[in-house]
């Protein structure tokens, strides 16, 4: 079992900027991933970004690509998302997950999801 907590989410404007944390705990040994996702109102779940928990290969949707990076505190054991140039659109609940054992960090069939933090952002 994985235990995944989220923080850093809020309220800001356009063009600010918001750090996301993921916390995991339990038997982070197995983790071979861990991505963000986000879901606005209305609208389905989507891939926001990902790495390998080794910390290659970090991915990004094309919606955020050159605004957001993901990273990996390894002295925290933590995982990241730094949020720049923050839209409207970019509004909704953002969850951690993990992926163990292997497959695609792009896709959606992740093993282990955290509750979710609001991020809003307001025009």
């Known amino acids: 079992q994985v235990q995944l907590v989220e923080s850093g989410g809020g309220l800001v404007q356009t063009g600010d900027s918001l750090r996301l944390s993921c916390a995991p705990s339990?038997?982070?040994?197995?983790?071979?991933?861990m991505g963000w996702f986000r879901q606005a109102p209305g609208k389905e779940r989507e891939f926001v970004s990902a790495m390998t928990w080794s910390g290659l290969s970090p991915y990004y949707a094309d919606s955020v690509k050159g605004r957001f990076t993901i990273s990996r505190d390894t002295a925290k054991n933590t995982l990241n998302l730094q949020m720049n140039s923050l839209k409207p659109d970019d509004t909704g609940v953002y969850y951690c997950?993990?992926?163990?054992?292997?497959?695609?960090?792009?896709?959606?069939?992740?093993?282990?999801w955290g509750q979710g933090t609001q991020v809003t952002v307001s025009s």
């Open positions: 997950a993990a992926l163990i054992g292997g497959g695609n960090p792009r896709g959606d069939k992740y093993d282990y």
């Open positions: 339990g038997r982070t040994s197995t983790i071979y991933a």
